[in-house]
C-alpha cells in the first residue's frame, strides 16, 4: 500500500540518492533530457523553458517517491510478516511498565478510579445503556460482559468523553463526567479499540510518536521505547504498521495505550482475533498493568478470560444484570451442588440421600448420575459417601459441582432471553 | 492552543500523503498539467501579437495558476477527516486530549503547506521561464505588479477556502471519494470570482487586490469557525448526532 521509495532522503536537495533501479532510470532520463536541451535547442527561446521544465518534472518525481529510511527498510520487510512474532519476556515487559508508570498522577488514592450512576444512553428512540451504576477501585481489573448490542463499548465511549450521556452521572479519575473536564479526563485515560485503529502507512515508532504529541509527552522517545519493550516490540519499532500481523498490530494498540501513564486503561476486546499465544501475552501485559497501579476496564466476550483476569465483573444487557466477583456470582446464581456418578442406577435413591445437609437431588445426563444440591459440599462429602457405600452402590466419583463464568452469564443472558420474550 | 499537539498532527498527515499512491499521483501529476500548458500557450504569443490576444494568453496563465490552490488541496483535505473514519483511526484519536479546534488547524495546515508550496513554485517556474524566454510583449503584462500582488495573496487565500471546504465535506461525508469530488466542485465557484480578475474584467489594483484579500481572509477564518462546529464527535464515532439535552429524571 505504500508509495514507491525510489530515491532515500529526506528532503529536497539533502542526501538524495536513487534507491532503486527505477530511481536510477528517472535520474539518467532527466540528465539525458537536460543535455539534449541545452545542446539540441541552443540559440532557441525554448530551451530555458524546457530545460526548467526536466529540472521541474525530475524534482517532482523524486520528492514525490522518496521516502524516509526506516519506511523504506520496513516497506522491503513486508515479508517478514509471515515469521514468528518474538516471544515476550514478562521480566522485562514488567520493568518497562514499572518505569512507564512511575511518574503517574492519581487524584485520591481513596476515590475510586471510576464512579457510574444511573448512566443512560439513547440513540433516537433507541436505549442503548440503561440506567447503570457501578464503580471501580484504583488498580483495579473490571470486566464488563454482555452480547453483542448490549452496550458495553457506548459506555465505555462515554467514560471515554467521545459521547454524550443523555442521562446519569460519572467521575472518572476523579474527574466529573462533563463536557467542559473532556481534555482533562481524556489526559487521565487510555482507550484500546476492538480493532487496533493504526496508521498502516506508517511505522510502529511514528504510531507512537504521533501520540506522543498528542498526549504532549515530555520525553517522548523515552516513552515510546518504554512502551515498546512493554508489549516486546523493541525490535520491530521502524517495521510499518500495514506488514504487521494482527497479533502484532494489537500489541502496538496496547503500547500506545500505556505510552501516557494513564490512571484507567479501557480495552475493548483486546483479544478479539488472536491466537492463544498472543491472547496470552496480552493477559500477561493486563496483569502486569493491574501490578502497577492501573485500573483497567476490560471490555471483552471470552469469559475465561474475565474470570481469570479480573477482579470484579458486570454482565450488561442494555441494563446491569449484576455485578460482582465471578466466586460471589456463582454462589449467588447457582446453589452449592455435589455430582455422583455410580456404576449402576440407585435403587433407593431417596433413602440413601436422606443425609443431613442435602437439600435435594435430582438426575443429570443419565440414571446414574445425581446431582445434589448441598448446603456446604465440604461437610456433607464424606457423609454421602459412607450412606453410598452403606447402599451398596458401586461409586465411580463424588465431586464439587463447578459453574463457570461462562453458566452465570447464559443464565443471566437466557433470563434477558425470557424477559424479552 | 498547544503548538506541540498542532506540530504532530501535521507531522503524521505530510507522512501519510508521501505514503498515499493517489495523494502523490495527483499531487506530481496536476502540477505538471499547470506547468506545462501555460508554458506552451505564452511561448507561442509572437512578438507581434495584439494587446487582447496577449490579455487573453495571459489571462490563462493567471486563471491556471489560481486554479492550483483551489484544486489541489481537496485531495489532502477531503481524506482528513472520513479517510480516518474509514481506515479506524479516527476514534483513537478523537480518545486523546487533542481538542478539535486544534485537530482541524493540524489538518489544515498539512494541506496548506505542500498545495500553496507546490502552487508558488509552480509560479515562481512559470514567472522564471516567462522572464527568461518569452515576448517582450508577454513580460511587460506579466510583471505588472497589481497582478503579481493578486497572484501572491490570492493562491494561499483560495487554498484555504479550498481547504476548510474540504474538511467540511470530510466530517459530513461517508466516502472518500465522494468526499473529494464535492470538495473540488465546492470550491469551483470561487474560480468565477478570480476569472473577472485573471482577463482584467476587473482591472486589478494593489488596493482592490489587497481589499479582496482581506475580504477572503475573512471568509476563511469564518469557514474555520463553522468547521469547528460541524465537527462533532458522537456524530464522527456513531453516526448519531449529539443529544446534549440531558434527561433530568435520571440525573
Not at chain 1, 316 to 339: H, M, Q
Request: some cysteine.
Amino acid at each position: 500500500m505504500s508509495s514507491p521509495h525510489w530515491f532515500q532522503g529526506r528532503r529536497i536537495g539533502l542526501g538524495w540518492r536513487p534507491a532503486s533501479w527505477q530511481g536510477w532510470v528517472v535520474t539518467l532520463v532527466s540528465v539525458a533530457a537536460l543535455v539534449a536541451a541545452v545542446t539540441l535547442l541552443r540559440g532557441s527561446s525554448a530551451r530555458a523553458p524546457v530545460a526548467i521544465l526536466v529540472v521541474a518534472v525530475y524534482s517532482i518525481v523524486a520528492f514525490a517517491t522518496g521516502g524516509s529510511r526506516a519506511a523504506t527498510t520496513a516497506h522491503s520487510e513486508e515479508a517478514r510478516d509471515d515469521e514468528p512474532e518474538p516471544s515476550v519476556v514478562p521480566e522485562e515487559q514488567r520493568r518497562a511498565l514499572r518505569a512507564l508508570s512511575s511518574g503517574r498522577v492519581v487524584s485520591r488514592s481513596d476515590e475510586p478510579a471510576l464512579v457510574v450512576e444511573h448512566l443512560t444512553k439513547r440513540f433516537g428512540d433507541r436505549v442503548a445503556v440503561d440506567d447503570v451504576s457501578f464503580s471501580v477501585a484504583p488498580g483495579e481489573v473490571f470486566g464488563f460482559l454482555g452480547p453483542n448490542g448490549a452496550g458495553k463499548t457506548t459506555t465505555v465511549r462515554m467514560l471515554a468523553t467521545l459521547i454524550e450521556p443523555t442521562g446519569g452521572a460519572a467521575r472518572v479519575a476523579g474527574l466529573s463526567l462533563e463536557p467542559e473536564n473532556g481534555v482533562e479526563i481524556r489526559k487521565r485515560v487510555a482507550v484500546m479499540t476492538e480493532t487496533p485503529g493504526l496508521y498502516l502507512r506508517l511505522t510502529v515508532a511514528e504510531n507512537l510518536e504521533y501520540f506522543a504529541g498528542l498526549y504532549e509527552l515530555a520525553r517522548p522517545r523515552e516513552r515510546i521505547e518504554l512502551a515498546l519493550a512493554a508489549v516486546n516490540l523493541t525490535n520491530r519499532a521502524s517495521d510499518v504498521c500495514g506488514s504487521l500481523s494482527k497479533g502484532l498490530r494489537q500489541r502496538v494498540a496496547l503500547a500506545r495505550s500505556v505510552l501516557a501513564e494513564p490512571a484507567i486503561v479501557f480495552l475493548d476486546e483486546p483479544t478479539s482475533g488472536l491466537d492463544p499465544v498472543a491472547s496470552r501475552e496480552v493477559h500477561e501485559l493486563i496483569s502486569s498493568l493491574r501490578e502497577h497501579g492501573t485500573t483497567v476496564f476490560l471490555t471483552t466476550h471470552r469469559l475465561e478470560e474475565a474470570e481469570r483476569l479480573c477482579d470484579r465483573v458486570a454482565i450488561l444487557n442494555t441494563s446491569l444484570r449484576t455485578i460482582g466477583r465471578p466466586d460471589e456470582l456463582r454462589d449467588e446464581l447457582f446453589r452449592k451442588a455435589i455430582v455422583v456418578r455410580t456404576a449402576a442406577p440407585l435403587n433407593d435413591p431417596d433413602a440413601v440421600f436422606a443425609v443431613s445437609g442435602i437439600e435435594g437431588w435430582d438426575t443429570e445426563d443419565g440414571p446414574n448420575r445425581y446431582l445434589l444440591a448441598v448446603t456446604d459440599a465440604r461437610v456433607v462429602a464424606p457423609d454421602v459417601t459412607r450412606a453410598l457405600v452403606a447402599a451398596g452402590a458401586d461409586v465411580l466419583s463424588i465431586t464439587e459441582a463447578h459453574h463457570s463464568l461462562e453458566d452465570v452469564y447464559l443464565e443471566l443472558v437466557d433470563d434477558n432471553k425470557e424477559d424479552a420474550s | 492552543m498547544s503548538r506541540q499537539r498542532i506540530t504532530s498532527v501535521v507531522r503524521k498527515e505530510v507522512r501519510e500523503f508521501r505514503r498515499n499512491r493517489f495523494v502523490i499521483a495527483t499531487m506530481g501529476i496536476l502540477p505538471l498539467v499547470f506547468l506545462t500548458s501555460p508554458l506552451l500557450t505564452i511561448f507561442r504569443v509572437p512578438e507581434s501579437a495584439s494587446g487582447t490576444q496577449v490579455k487573453a494568453a495571459v489571462g490563462v496563465i493567471s486563471l491556471l495558476m489560481l486554479i492550483i490552490p483551489v484544486v489541489l488541496p481537496p485531495v489532502i483535505a477531503a481524506y482528513s477527516v472520513v479517510g480516518e473514519r474509514d481506515q479506524g483511526t479516527l476514534e483513537p484519536v478523537l480518545t486523546t486530549p487533542i481538542p478539535a479546534s486544534e485537530l482541524l488547524i493540524g489538518k489544515a495546515a498539512a494541506a496548506f503547506l505542500p498545495s500553496v508550496g507546490l502552487a508558488y513554485a509552480i509560479y515562481a517556474i512559470v514567472l522564471i521561464a516567462i522572464r527568461l524566454g518569452a515576448a517582450h510583449v508577454v513580460r511587460t503584462v506579466v510583471f505588472h505588479p497589481p497582478e503579481l500582488i493578486a497572484q501572491l495573496l490570492f493562491i494561499p487565500l483560495l487554498a484555504l477556502w479550498s481547504i476548510w471546504l474540504g474538511i467540511a465535506v470530510s466530517t459530513r461525508t461517508s466516502d472518500v471519494r465522494v468526499a473529494q469530488q464535492l470538495a473540488t466542485l465546492a470550491g469551483l465557484p470561487v474560480l468565477g470570482f478570480t476569472s473577472l480578475i485573471s482577463f482584467q474584467i476587473i482591472k486589478p489594483s494593489v488596493p482592490l487586490a489587497i481589499g479582496l484579500a482581506l475580504a477572503l481572509l475573512a471568509v476563511d477564518v469564518g469557514a474555520a469557525r463553522i468547521v469547528a462546529r460541524l465537527f462533532d464527535r458522537e456524530r464522527l464515532v456513531t453516526g448519531h448526532r449529539a443529544d446534549t439535552r440531558r434527561a433530568k429524571a435520571t440525573n
